[in-house]
């Protein structure tokens, strides 16, 4: 019995001998290589200690294995130009928004809102000042006409055959020709219109009234929105949708026409475009789809394999 008992505590003294070993063994080989600056990752990576090793990633705004790293450009695509509605710039790791003369950048970062000039010192006019989205003018009491500076004001009493006349007529400024008689000109951003004394807004003045985009066109500027915005009513301001609202909208529409914007539209998104085949499906339902409703079963599905074949080769081959 005693001769057992001595046989199992010898047994018990070398196992723990042997656990004890192991373990100083593996304790002492892991060495941090981040603290001791031996790792090789990118200057733009973060180092990161594991047992035995480390790992290498990229800093947020950089895209990369670890070892290169380099910038993301979140301004690349034209069509979300980095979520901004005005201007994106690309910084290292990073990008800002801004915003055209007559905007400030909103809290969020991205959106532009019109600066109210009105509220600095009257926005210099003497009289009268007027806020407008990305601008503001002044105007003049009755009796008082603006003169050629836009801020100041002059008494109508003051008659004569030149531009103090108080029938000049001039939208914005009254210029004496050589041979006595007066010619109208604009502000820079507008455009003399064919009476030659109105003047007509265009897209280089307070982005022609416009919150996010501005086209110029026959009639004057059009205003557009950033995709996440909506045009209000009052055809200038922008105002925020949700994507519940953005698809509902894109799925409600009926005509050919619509349906091709939106085509072009989606092929430009880059990251968000749905597969070629999938897309000349949709665009064969909207068009064929109506068909159904006229003829048998057989004859739907007859009309819908032909249109499906037609867009697919348009698809695939212009
Ligand atoms: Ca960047
Ligand atoms: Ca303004």
């Not at 989205?133 to 008494?155: A, P, R, V, W």
């Amino acid at each position: 019995m005693g001769t057992v008992c001595f046989a199992r505590r010898c047994c018990l003294l070398l196992a723990l001998a042997w656990v004890g070993r192991l373990a100083a063994g593996s304790g002492s080989a892991d060495v941090d290589e981040c603290t001791e600056g031996t790792d090789d990752c990118h200057i733009d990576a973060i180092c990161q200690n594991t047992p035995k090793s480390y790992k290498c990633i990229c800093k947020p705004g950089y895209k990369g294995e670890g070892k290169q790293c380099e910038d993301i450009d979140e301004c690349e695509n034209d069509f979300y130009n980095g979520g901004c509605v005005h201007e994106c710039i690309n910084i290292p790791g990073n990008y800002r928004c801004t915003c055209y003369d007559g905007f400030m950048l909103a809290h969020d970062g991205h959106n532009c809102l019109d600066v109210d000039e009105c509220q600095d010192n009257n926005g210099g006019c003497q009289q009268i000042c007027v806020n407008t989205m990305g601008s503001y003018e002044c105007q003049c009491k009755e009796g008082f006409f603006l003169s050629d500076n836009q801020h100041t004001c002059i008494h109508r009493s003051i008659e004569g055959m030149n531009c103090m006349n108080k029938d000049h007529g001039c939208a914005h400024i009254c210029r004496e020709t050589p041979k006595g008689g007066v010619a109208c000109e604009c502000r820079p951003g507008f455009e003399l219109a064919k009476n030659q004394k109105d003047c007509k807004l265009t897209c280089n003045y307070g982005n022609g009234g416009c919150q996010h985009t501005c086209d110029d066109t026959d009639t004057g500027p059009v205003c557009g929105c950033h995709q996440k915005y909506a045009l209000h009513s009052d055809g200038r301001t922008c105002i925020e949708k949700d994507e519940a609202a953005i698809e509902s909208s894109e799925y409600n529409a009926t005509s050919v026409a619509d349906v091709d914007k939106r085509v072009k539209r989606r092929l430009l998104m880059g990251n968000t475009f749905l597969p070629l085949p999938l897309l000349c499906s949709h665009f064969c339902l909207y068009v064929c789809g109506g068909r159904f409703s006229f003829g048998l079963i057989w004859s739907f599905w007859f009309w819908f394999g032909l249109c499906l074949a037609f867009f697919l080769f348009v698809c695939l081959f212009f």
